[in-house]
């Protein structure tokens, strides 16, 4: 995969077209927009603080390098040169170099027109061209639409840890772990 190398125009259920590309460091700004937009809404992320520029340009930077090495799978949908949805999978280290550490997370307003299915299919099809055997991801256990999700793309149930994170409003929430084996 190539920096900004153009993946697919998928139109969703709702007629909307998004572009699926690779990203670049250019998309910084559009990066910090999004994550900031996940803080703001209090959905099920890590991330619980805003970033600044110089914190989102040290994660795209970092990120590029992994694109560019072939150790991250990196997919970004965009509607109106907005970023609305990013979906990743980082490669293990060492003996783990077959495994891959799946993310993804779409802007609300842009949810359940298909956009995640998409981008799951595109992702899995990469990871399995790129030799990737298993992805792992995890998922917060009050996530419904995101284990419907995993669960409709095969993800089975590795184990679940309790009160992983908390989370504003909600208290604390456990953690599901889930894989997928692509290839023996």
């Given at each position: ?8 125009e998928?139109t969703?259920?709702?007629g909307r077209?998004f572009?699926?590309?690779v ?12 994550i ?11 991330e619980?603080?805003?970033?600044t ?8 930077k970092?990120?590029?390098e ?6 991250e799978?990196?997919?970004?949908a965009?509607?109106n040169?907005?970023?609305v949805a990013?979906?990743?999978i ?15 997370a779409?802007?609300?307003?842009y ?11 595109l ?14 991801l ?16 095969g ?26 084996i692509l290839?023996?």
């Amino acid at each position: 995969m190539e920096e900004g190398e153009i993946i697919e125009e998928f139109t969703a259920k709702d007629g909307r077209s998004f572009l699926i590309r690779v990203p670049t460091l250019e998309d910084t700004r559009e990066y910090l927009n999004f994550i900031n937009e996940l803080v703001r809404e209090n959905t099920w992320i890590e991330e619980n603080k805003e970033q600044t520029y110089e914190s989102e340009e040290a994660y795209m930077k970092d990120k590029i390098e992994k694109i560019v090495s072939g150790n991250e799978i990196s997919l970004a949908a965009f509607y109106n040169g907005k970023l609305v949805a990013d979906a990743d999978i980082i490669r293990g280290h060492g003996r783990a170099f077959s495994t891959g550490s799946f993310a993804i997370a779409v802007l609300n307003g842009y949810r359940d027109a298909g956009l995640g299915t998409e981008l799951m299919k595109l992702i899995l099809d990469k990871a399995k061209e790129a030799g990737y055997r298993i992805i792992t991801l995890g998922v917060y256990g009050d996530n419904a639409r995101a284990m419907h999700l995993y669960e409709k793309f095969g993800f089975v149930k590795a184990g679940i840890i309790p009160k992983y994170a908390y989370f504003e409003g909600k208290g604390f929430v456990d953690a599901i772990t889930l894989y997928k084996i692509l290839q023996e």
